[in-house]
């Protein structure tokens, strides 16, 4: 309490460093021009009935992206930031930032690009187009989706605000390692933010696997059996038994934590028989399933994306799946290979070892049959198989140097060396988010009604292309050099300065191509005109969601598809054109669920909670707690959350989107 | 824009969906013991030269929770069946009874810890002690969520009757509540009976 009082009135000095002070201008700043602009036009009302408290999941959607983006810029900045640092810190010259300053900034860049863009990304993209690919109207349970989101976004929060209130976020590396994140050796708050952010997102994340997996598993179109869903629904499936698997270790384990450091326990101290491993192995019994839980549904995504664009069945569809099946159970049993150095003995590390290589077999599985459902394809090279084919040149390199390190052997010499960044980095940027980047283009008209600039994608894709390759091409060769990974400064002798400067110079190029996204994303909403999707149908594809209009109406398909095989819309434009032809269906009324603030009040609830107890005031996180649990209680005794929309609407809106597809 | 009158056939297909998602819920619930079940066997033996099992847990006083815990499983069982015979008030007698046993259960767990705190074998003794707060205390904690669940079901049999929604809540409340009884059978086991026997 004596500490909160004064830090709470935030001081906001460049006594903190440039960065920082920097940092939280920034964030003031962008925030009080964001609420500037949205008085000015006047959009307050629209953005919170249409958005805000929208329970419709493309809406959700669209919000987890939108966040990831702007969390991607402050990840980004993260990142070009580390790489100024260990670019001139060199020698005499000790770089732009503090020791203190470059630890947290890796922490935060770590932290923000895993929770609060790939899994932002992933949610977003999961909330788009699984209803659509299965032939639904929504998810299972469209309020507790709509709490998960908005405690996605207040982890995001929190974490932005230990900028603005303590000023210090944790310096720990992005896992946080005990003993160093115990309070005897990090005693201020930043750690707690760490702890707080992650757990109120993890909760939300832990939510939103479950909605889907019901949603999936029993909601599908009539007809759609296991075997015939799209290849993006069982990617999705594998990630979500992932996180509903290995998401309440994190949870329990970030709980632990926060007991050592609050309460005073003794889980991973030092002293008091405390054992600081048992973290290591709990936090990457979450940590290995976390990797496959970004990539696959990025699988899933090229899955997609080369079928259609090849005009092409996909080659080997069951494989495909026990592929799936079986990266998700192996994903389980390879977590101790982030330690091979702790000691475990020989034997224990021969079997991590051998079923991290043995990985490797599904997934080169999956990237045969990608190219073969390419081979002898009427191939469109569109931007998303752009993505498609700098992935397989990324993912590939990542996946060598992966089962390289497989080897224990191997892996006591490029243990915590940049060798191991620019491997993972090649995994998550080159294997997740190029996936998740085709995804968007190639999904981006169902949601909007419009086609992006191509042109634009493209510069955008050979930018990030060259620019990943320049920035961890030259980590690889430091880390074989003997560089470590979180170095501050190092010696001008070693020789490293120039290829740190290329690295650096990759940053840029990279950050050239997120301009252009930037750039593509303008440049398309002012021309939206002239690409318009008029036919719902704009890449001749071969799935459910493409046999609705584009923008998908809020009840996705006013009636709901009857399914007879895999890849049900191209079937039915083949061999059943009748059907698809403009004969007036007979419509019915179709329930939606009603609007409500009632999952940004309990996740609000739930920040609020998390706030206090990182500043240890009691009174207010019993506010908080209860807020969660009355508001929760209110939900429950709400009876009418649901509407109807009367067939004679839907028939209107249909014929209007009929309209629109003959001018 | 009017309310809905939802048909059975909805109904229905929420309850699929509602149970199902519960099952996996409390799958996810059982991970999470699972994950301090795991910590409690590899600190169980960190006394840091404090007590262990042995000098602080008295069986016979366990023994007593674990067969109000029991008691209260059952009870809550005669009030699903109740349920299914439409017979209110034998619902509502189960479930108070069922409230009572659980209530009964944690102030008895509450006993045993502010009884360790005061001879000074709090969470912050050792490692050992940690772990143990914790798994016992994180069940205790589901308890007192059960408690509260009953509570509302209670207050919303009275206002409505056996709506679709109340029986729902019935049926996922059973489930909750065996489950913690399932959860509990493995704390009496490895917490108390291993530790009153090794160390």
């Not at chain 1, 997102?201 to 696997?209: K, N, P, R, T």
């Not at chain 1, 309440?248 to 384990?253: E, K, V, Y």
């Not at chain 1, 600039?453 to 050099?481: I, Q, S």
């Not at chain 2, 005669?78 to 017979?87: D, Q, V």
Request: net charge positive.
């Amino acid at each position: 309490m004596h500490l909160f009082l004064p830090t709470l009135v935030a001081h906001i000095s460049p006594d903190h460093g440039l960065f920082i002070f920097g940092a939280e201008l920034t964030i003031i700043g962008g925030g009080v021009i964001l609420v500037a602009l949205i008085t000015y036009l006047k959009r307050w009302k629209w953005l919170w009935k249409e958005w805000l408290t929208s329970l419709d999941p493309k809406r959700i959607g669209v919000m987890y992206i939108v966040l990831a983006l702007v969390m991607l810029l402050r990840g980004g900045f993260d990142a070009l930031m580390m790489r100024a640092q260990q670019a001139t810190s060199v020698g005499a010259s000790h770089g732009i930032l503090s020791s203190d300053q470059f630890q947290q900034v890796f922490t935060a860049h770590g932290t923000i690009m895993i929770f609060f863009v790939a899994m932002g990304l992933l949610f977003g993209l999961f909330n788009l187009v699984i209803p659509l690919l299965i032939g639904s109207r929504d998810v299972a349970f469209p309020f507790m989706n709509s709490t998960s989101f908005w405690l996605y976004a207040g982890g995001a929060a929190l974490i932005n605000l230990s900028l603005l209130v303590g000023h210090q976020f944790a310096a720990t590396g992005w896992l946080a390692y005990p003993p160093l994140s115990e309070l005897q050796y990090s005693p201020g708050v930043g750690v707690d933010y760490w702890i707080w952010s992650l757990q109120i997102a993890g909760v939300g994340s832990l939510l939103s696997g479950i909605n889907f997996l019901v949603t999936i598993i029993k909601m599908r179109a009539p007809g759609m059996k296991l075997m015939q869903m799209p290849l993006f629904v069982w990617s999705a499936i594998g990630s979500i038994v992932l996180i509903i698997f290995a998401f309440p270790i994190l949870t329990a384990t970030l709980s632990m934590l926060a007991l050592d450091r609050t309460l005073g326990m003794h889980f991973f101290t030092s002293a008091f028989g405390g054992n600081p491993m048992m973290y290591v192995n709990l936090i990457w019994a979450w940590g290995h399933p976390e990797v496959y839980i970004l990539v696959l549904p990025a699988f899933g995504v090229f899955s997609e994306v080369v079928a259609t664009f090849s005009s092409k069945r996909l080659f080997g569809y069951a494989s495909m799946v026990w592929a799936i099946a079986g990266i998700t159970f192996l994903s389980f049993v390879v977590w101790l290979h982030h330690f091979f150095t702790m000691g475990a003995g020989a034997n224990v590390n021969a079997f991590f070892g051998v079923m991290t290589m043995v990985i490797a077999v599904p997934t080169g599985v999956k990237v045969f049959n990608w190219l073969f459902t390419m081979y002898r394809g009427r191939v469109r090279f569109t931007t998303p198989m752009l993505w498609f084919l700098g992935f397989v040149v990324t993912f590939t390199l990542g996946g060598v140097t992966g089962v390289l390190m497989a080897v224990p052997a191997i892996d006591f010499q490029v243990h915590n060396s940049l060798f191991l960044v620019a491997h993972f980095h090649t995994m998550i940027i080159g294997g997740a988010v190029f996936g998740f980047f085709a995804g968007l283009t190639y999904w981006f008209p169902k949601i909007f009604g419009f086609t992006l600039n191509e042109r634009l994608g493209r510069a955008a894709f050979w930018c990030w292309f060259t620019g990943f390759l320049l920035a961890f091409v030259p980590l690889y060769v430091l880390g074989m050099m003997g560089a470590t990974r979180r170095l501050d400064h190092y010696d001008a002798s070693l020789g490293w300065r120039g290829l740190f400067v290329v690295a650096g110079i990759g940053v840029l190029v990279i950050g050239l191509g997120v301009c252009f996204q930037v750039l593509q994303l303008v440049v398309s909403i002012a021309q939206r005109h002239k690409h318009l999707d008029t036919s719902g149908d704009p890449w001749d594809g071969r799935t459910l969601e493409w046999s609705t209009t584009s923008p998908a109406p809020v009840y996705n398909f006013a009636v709901i598809p009857e399914v007879h095989g895999r890849d049900a819309f191209w079937e039915t434009k083949r061999h059943k054109p009748e059907l698809s032809a403009e004969s007036t269906p007979h419509y019915t009324d179709i329930v939606v669920p009603k609007n409500t603030a009632l999952g940004m009040y309990i996740a609000g609830a739930a920040c609020l909670f998390g706030f206090a107890v990182i500043w240890h005031v009691w009174w207010l996180a019993a506010i908080g707690l209860l807020g969660v649990i009355v508001l929760l209680l209110v939900r429950l005794t709400t009876d009418a959350t649901e509407y109807v929309i009367p067939a004679a609407e839907v028939a209107r809106i249909e014929a209007a989107g009929r309209e629109r597809r003959l001018a | 824009m009017k309310s809905v009158a939802v048909s059975p056939e909805i109904q229905q297909e929420v309850y699929a969906k509602t149970t199902f998602g519960f099952w996996v819920y409390i799958m996810t619930d059982c991970i999470l013991f699972a994950t301090l079940f795991a910590t409690f066997a590899v600190l169980h033996g960190n006394t840091f030269g404090g007590p262990g099992g042995k000098e602080l847990f008295s069986l016979p006083f366990v023994l007593a929770e674990t067969l109000i815990l029991l008691t209260s499983s059952f009870t809550c069982g005669l009030a699903l069946l109740a349920m299914h015979r439409a017979a209110k008030q034998q619902v509502m007698f189960w479930l108070l009874v069922t409230f009572v046993l659980g209530a009964l259960f944690l102030a008895l767990e509450l006993h045993e810890f502010t009884n360790l705190v005061h001879e000074g074998n709090s969470w912050r003794r050792s490692a050992f002690l940690s772990s143990f707060f914790t798994l016992v205390g994180t069940h205790g904690l589901h308890i007192t969520a059960g408690l509260l669940w009953i509570a509302v079901l209670g207050v919303r049999l009275v206002r409505r009757g056996f709506s679709a929604a109340t029986v729902r809540g019935l049926t996922l409340f059973s489930l909750f509540w065996h489950f913690l009884d399932v959860v509990w059978i493995f704390i009496f086991t490895i917490v108390y009976l291993l530790g009153a026997v090794s160390i």
